[in-house]
């Protein structure tokens, strides 16, 4: 087992070891590279464009048309080059992409100056292998020196050749042009491009701006057609999203922009401004930065595709003190020969330099369009490094997917299969308004990237986020997000650099709270005083500047951000109010039951005759039934409560009044009228009494049948109140007012008519005074709603409720208590009173005897 064991140990360990030497070993076709840095013979060529050399002639003292000096070698230009030179071997060395035809290319310097490109571009469009252009009338079988164009290196120089290669119609594949402008295919009908539209990178920024909550920003641009573009493209795009650009700039880039720069970062430090949007070319972005560390400026930084990655930026010192940069960079994959094929290339270089013992080439007597660096034959395996840097890695796939989508293109012109083409350029001419139509129309995956264009030679390509991380004085770079469409981003991969690593914020004026709006102060809408939004208004949107009127039927509180219906409450059986009500109305009902018993139990005799005999169980019963209909005043009303609460809570009472004023009636005929009283108290305590008692509760029922007739149902009530209230107390309607009035007031005038009638009547000698209880308690029902009427109109709706059963319950409670009170104590206490004789005057009409004649007696 250990043996077994042992030998497994040692397989896996001789597999490792070939795995990683077979990883090691560079390609067999890199050992037939050819030395020549720019330019390889083919079947079909290409031309290339680079920046491989800075511009050393002074531009401003330029008056005639001679050379324009660039000796100053641009690494990563260069690099770019040797890309180029990478790839075109790569696929040579693949046979399956063009079987049996060899792609060979021309690479030029551009300088990045419109009028050194314009050498390299005539000499791509010169007749065949030779120097002449002809001038013709039809160009469509017309041998252009190259079949496409990869390059160039922006979009300024881009736009110069750009016009003059769609006349040819001949394939402009560039890899870092990103004007919006080449869209436009009327223009630019040839080009096409391997990195994004500088309108998408637009939209990147405003959505990063967004994302974060940035809306007080300035933006600057390099004073060029990038520059100027992109700055134009950000602030329309800021517009549209409510983000306010604060401040624009332009950095020169022909003359000295210090004092330019000076000016902008003045700006900024007035307006205020925490977020900066750089849309600028590397050169102007430099001397930006400068003045930025100069003055010890921190902010936020959004940086574009053209100076994210740049070295010469990167190793400026003191560029830690800036602040947080956060840029966009193409999204592209790694080239991952790139290194060692360049390493092995510039070792050959070396070799052959040190065997053949030449002198460097004077750069003084070669043609820049036949040896656009001279400097070059000077590089070792010790500058291979310069494809290495951050900036090269991440932007080498543009320029391989450029060459590549050619070579696809030519794929399909020449109806290739994997093995031969049906057409061969040695026998049949391929001009270049053959192959556009196929590379508008490449779909296929380079390095796990798919990439394909649409109908603006655009690609499908979108940005990386990068965040700066400043360490020991040096800068990397980490990736935080992409964009495709929309932004995705880490939040928790970015440090601030805020103290304590919070996001910066830059906006002109904080946030309204919730149910506020916006009142715009100046000329930006991001500038701003908050207004609360008052009762029945709210704030529709988070940018409203003014607050929206409810909807009719809904209401609103102070500072709300929407309308609600009302809700209605009412005294419900579980209140404190309504149980304490409904206690007192059953302890009261309860008495009544008991002065009804004993009314009953001494029904006949002298003292129940006397206060009304049937009457007085009818008062009663109608007494009783009024502390019963408080029930309607509880709980939730409805169309038929509300019909018969205020009716029955008026008729009941006046049954009552209205036997007492019969009696009070009787009353008056005894004492004011002696002489005629045996004659008429008979009627009067017979069917008069009933007269009386119909009389007034039919003059009563016609009151409450026109308040029935007149009031408005509850249904209709409601549906006619003016919303102006979230909660309110859900009360019947007591409309109209005047005959609720006439309601309450006729049976106040009962009640007076009664008292009235009694309070001066003659007292009895030794008789039971029937006229007091009377007196009293009409005078105590009278005086308990006069008190009520002021009470009540300055009441709320729940209160007023609650104050009327108080009131009936109140006048219930002096009419039992004083009528019908004294006459339970004589039953109850005194029996023996309760004869014909101690009630003779109320029972047989004899006058009362004053005082003084009983004394005479």
């Not at 464009?49 to 324009?68: C, G, K």
């Given at each position: 087992?250990?043996?077994?064991?042992?030998?497994?140990?040692?397989?896996?360990?001789?597999?490792?070891?070939?795995?990683?030497?077979?990883?090691?070993?560079?390609?067999?076709?890199?050992?037939?590279?050819?030395?020549?840095?720019?330019?390889?013979?083919?079947?079909?060529?290409?031309?290339?464009?680079?920046?491989?050399?800075?511009?050393?002639?002074?531009?401003?003292?330029?008056?005639?048309?001679?050379?324009?000096?660039?000796?100053?070698?641009?690494?990563?230009?260069?690099?770019?080059?040797?890309?180029?030179?990478?790839?075109?071997?790569?696929?040579?060395?693949?046979?399956?992409?063009?079987?049996?035809?060899?792609?060979?290319?021309?690479?030029?310097?551009?300088?990045?100056?419109?009028?050194?490109?314009?050498?390299?571009?005539?000499?791509?469009?010169?007749?065949?292998?030779?120097?002449?252009?002809?001038?013709?009338?039809?160009?469509?079988?017309?041998?252009?020196?190259?079949?496409?164009?990869?390059?160039?290196?922006?979009?300024?120089?881009?736009?110069?050749?750009?016009?003059?290669?769609?006349?040819?119609?001949?394939?402009?594949?560039?890899?870092?042009?990103?004007?919006?402008?080449?869209?436009?295919?009327?223009?630019?009908?040839?080009?096409?491009?391997?990195?994004?539209?500088?309108?998408?990178?637009?939209?990147?920024?405003?959505?990063?701006?967004?994302?974060?909550?940035?809306?007080?920003?300035?933006?600057?641009?390099?004073?060029?057609?990038?520059?100027?573009?992109?700055?134009?493209?950000?602030?329309?795009?800021?517009?549209?999203?409510?983000?306010?650009?604060?401040?624009?700039?332009?950095?020169?880039?022909?003359?000295?922009?210090?004092?330019?720069?000076?000016?902008?970062?003045?700006?900024?430090?007035?307006?205020?401004?925490?977020?900066?949007?750089?849309?600028?070319?590397?050169?102007?972005?430099?001397?930006?930065?400068?003045?930025?560390?100069?003055?010890?400026?921190?902010?936020?930084?959004?940086?574009?595709?053209?100076?994210?990655?740049?070295?010469?930026?990167?190793?400026?010192?003191?560029?830690?003190?800036?602040?947080?940069?956060?840029?966009?960079?193409?999204?592209?994959?790694?080239?991952?020969?790139?290194?060692?094929?360049?390493?092995?290339?510039?070792?050959?270089?070396?070799?052959?330099?040190?065997?053949?013992?030449?002198?460097q080439p004077s750069s003084s007597s070669t043609s820049p369009l036949d040896n656009p660096c001279p400097d070059c034959w000077n590089l070792s395996s010790l500058n291979a490094s310069i494809v290495d840097t951050e900036l090269v890695q991440r932007t080498a796939f543009s320029v391989y997917a450029a060459i590549y989508s050619v070579a696809h293109a030519l794929h399909d012109t020449l109806g290739c299969s994997a093995n031969k083409c049906s057409r061969h350029p040695r026998s049949n001419r391929i001009y270049p308004w053959q192959v556009l139509p196929k590379l508008q129309k490449v779909s296929l995956t380079l390095n796990g990237a798919h990439i394909e264009f649409d109908g603006q030679g655009n690609p499908s390509i979108g940005y990386d986020l990068v965040v700066w991380i400043f360490q020991n004085n040096t800068v990397t770079f980490r990736d935080i997000g992409t964009f495709i469409r929309n932004i995705t981003i880490n939040m928790q991969s970015i440090p601030w650099h805020t103290g304590n690593s919070v996001v910066p914020t830059s906006t002109c004026s904080s946030d309204c709270q919730a149910g506020q709006v916006r009142i715009v102060k100046g000329f930006h809408s991001c500038c701003f005083d908050c207004i609360d939004c008052k009762e029945g208004t709210y704030q529709n949107k988070t940018d409203d500047v003014q607050c929206t009127p409810c909807p009719s039927g809904q209401w609103s509180t102070l500072c709300s951000t929407s309308c609600t219906l009302p809700t209605y409450t009412y005294l419900t059986w579980k209140s404190y109010e309504s149980v304490g009500l409904a206690l007192a109305g059953a302890l009261l009902l309860a008495c009544q039951a008991w002065v009804g018993f004993v009314l009953f139990?001494?029904?006949?005799?002298?003292?129940?005759?006397?206060?009304?005999?049937?009457?007085?169980?009818?008062?009663?019963?109608?007494?009783?039934?009024?502390?019963?209909?408080?029930?309607?005043?509880?709980?939730?009303?409805?169309?038929?409560?509300?019909?018969?609460?205020?009716?029955?809570?008026?008729?009941?009472?006046?049954?009552?009044?209205?036997?007492?004023?019969?009696?009070?009636?009787?009353?008056?005929?005894?004492?004011?009228?002696?002489?005629?009283?045996?004659?008429?108290?008979?009627?009067?305590?017979?069917?008069?009494?009933?007269?009386?008692?119909?009389?007034?509760?039919?003059?009563?029922?016609?009151?409450?049948?026109?308040?029935?007739?007149?009031?408005?149902?509850?249904?209709?009530?409601?549906?006619?109140?003016?919303?102006?209230?979230?909660?309110?107390?859900?009360?019947?309607?007591?409309?109209?007012?005047?005959?609720?009035?006439?309601?309450?007031?006729?049976?106040?005038?009962?009640?007076?008519?009664?008292?009235?009638?009694?309070?001066?009547?003659?007292?009895?000698?030794?008789?039971?005074?029937?006229?007091?209880?009377?007196?009293?308690?009409?005078?105590?029902?009278?005086?308990?709603?006069?008190?009520?009427?002021?009470?009540?109109?300055?009441?709320?709706?729940?209160?007023?409720?609650?104050?009327?059963?108080?009131?009936?319950?109140?006048?219930?409670?002096?009419?039992?208590?004083?009528?019908?009170?004294?006459?339970?104590?004589?039953?109850?206490?005194?029996?023996?009173?309760?004869?014909?004789?101690?009630?003779?005057?109320?029972?047989?009409?004899?006058?009362?005897?004053?005082?003084?004649?009983?004394?005479?007696?």
């Amino acid at each position: 087992l250990v043996f077994c064991r042992m030998a497994m140990q040692w397989t896996l360990m001789a597999l490792c070891l070939l795995l990683k030497t077979g990883h090691s070993e560079n390609p067999q076709w890199f050992k037939n590279i050819s030395t020549n840095l720019f330019r390889s013979p083919g079947d079909i060529l290409l031309g290339g464009l680079f920046p491989i050399n800075q511009l050393t002639s002074n531009l401003s003292q330029r008056v005639e048309p001679d050379d324009i000096h660039c000796d100053s070698v641009d690494a990563y230009g260069l690099a770019m080059a040797l890309v180029m030179k990478y790839t075109v071997d790569e696929i040579n060395a693949t046979p399956d992409l063009l079987p049996d035809v060899t792609l060979g290319f021309e690479s030029h310097d551009c300088c990045r100056q419109p009028a050194v490109i314009m050498k390299p571009t005539l000499r791509f469009l010169t007749t065949g292998s030779s120097d002449e252009l002809e001038v013709k009338c039809n160009y469509t079988e017309y041998m252009t020196h190259v079949t496409a164009v990869i390059g160039p290196c922006n979009s300024e120089i881009a736009a110069v050749i750009g016009k003059l290669l769609g006349f040819f119609l001949m394939p402009q594949v560039s890899y870092r042009a990103t004007s919006d402008e080449f869209s436009d295919k009327l223009q630019y009908p040839s080009f096409v491009r391997t990195v994004p539209s500088d309108r998408w990178q637009a939209a990147a920024m405003v959505q990063l701006l967004n994302r974060f909550g940035w809306n007080w920003v300035a933006v600057i641009g390099s004073d060029d057609e990038y520059g100027k573009q992109g700055k134009q493209q950000v602030s329309s795009l800021a517009s549209d999203a409510n983000i306010c650009v604060a401040y624009e700039g332009l950095i020169p880039i022909y003359g000295d922009p210090v004092p330019m720069i000076r000016e902008i970062l003045d700006r900024i430090k007035e307006t205020k401004v925490g977020v900066v949007v750089l849309f600028s070319v590397s050169q102007a972005t430099t001397a930006f930065f400068k003045e930025v560390i100069r003055v010890n400026m921190t902010a936020v930084w959004v940086a574009s595709t053209a100076w994210a990655l740049h070295s010469g930026l990167i190793t400026l010192p003191g560029i830690e003190t800036i602040g947080t940069v956060l840029a966009f960079a193409d999204m592209t994959q790694p080239v991952s020969l790139l290194s060692p094929y360049v390493q092995e290339l510039f070792a050959k270089l070396e070799k052959e330099r040190l065997q053949q013992g030449t002198p460097q080439p004077s750069s003084s007597s070669t043609s820049p369009l036949d040896n656009p660096c001279p400097d070059c034959w000077n590089l070792s395996s010790l500058n291979a490094s310069i494809v290495d840097t951050e900036l090269v890695q991440r932007t080498a796939f543009s320029v391989y997917a450029a060459i590549y989508s050619v070579a696809h293109a030519l794929h399909d012109t020449l109806g290739c299969s994997a093995n031969k083409c049906s057409r061969h350029p040695r026998s049949n001419r391929i001009y270049p308004w053959q192959v556009l139509p196929k590379l508008q129309k490449v779909s296929l995956t380079l390095n796990g990237a798919h990439i394909e264009f649409d109908g603006q030679g655009n690609p499908s390509i979108g940005y990386d986020l990068v965040v700066w991380i400043f360490q020991n004085n040096t800068v990397t770079f980490r990736d935080i997000g992409t964009f495709i469409r929309n932004i995705t981003i880490n939040m928790q991969s970015i440090p601030w650099h805020t103290g304590n690593s919070v996001v910066p914020t830059s906006t002109c004026s904080s946030d309204c709270q919730a149910g506020q709006v916006r009142i715009v102060k100046g000329f930006h809408s991001c500038c701003f005083d908050c207004i609360d939004c008052k009762e029945g208004t709210y704030q529709n949107k988070t940018d409203d500047v003014q607050c929206t009127p409810c909807p009719s039927g809904q209401w609103s509180t102070l500072c709300s951000t929407s309308c609600t219906l009302p809700t209605y409450t009412y005294l419900t059986w579980k209140s404190y109010e309504s149980v304490g009500l409904a206690l007192a109305g059953a302890l009261l009902l309860a008495c009544q039951a008991w002065v009804g018993f004993v009314l009953f139990k001494h029904r006949g005799t002298a003292l129940v005759s006397a206060a009304g005999g049937p009457l007085s169980g009818l008062s009663l019963i109608s007494l009783m039934g009024s502390c019963v209909s408080l029930v309607l005043f509880i709980g939730r009303p409805d169309d038929t409560v509300c019909r018969l609460q205020q009716p029955l809570n008026a008729v009941f009472p006046t049954v009552t009044l209205s036997t007492i004023l019969a009696i009070s009636l009787q009353i008056v005929c005894v004492t004011e009228f002696p002489e005629r009283a045996p004659t008429h108290l008979e009627n009067l305590r017979g069917p008069g009494k009933w007269v009386v008692v119909l009389a007034c509760c039919g003059l009563q029922m016609g009151l409450c049948g026109w308040f029935m007739k007149e009031g408005p149902s509850l249904t209709r009530y409601v549906a006619s109140l003016e919303v102006n209230f979230l909660t309110r107390f859900l009360s019947c309607p007591v409309e109209p007012v005047l005959n609720f009035g006439l309601m309450l007031g006729f049976n106040g005038l009962l009640s007076l008519i009664s008292f009235m009638c009694t309070f001066m009547a003659m007292k009895p000698v030794k008789q039971y005074n029937l006229a007091r209880d009377i007196t009293i308690s009409s005078l105590a029902y009278c005086v308990t709603w006069v008190i009520f009427i002021p009470i009540y109109a300055g009441l709320s709706d729940k209160d007023k409720s609650i104050a009327q059963i108080v009131v009936t319950l109140l006048s219930n409670i002096t009419l039992v208590g004083a009528y019908y009170g004294p006459k339970c104590y004589l039953l109850v206490k005194h029996p023996d009173l309760n004869t014909p004789d101690y009630f003779r005057t109320f029972l047989e009409g004899a006058p009362p005897i004053p005082p003084e004649e009983t004394q005479d007696k």
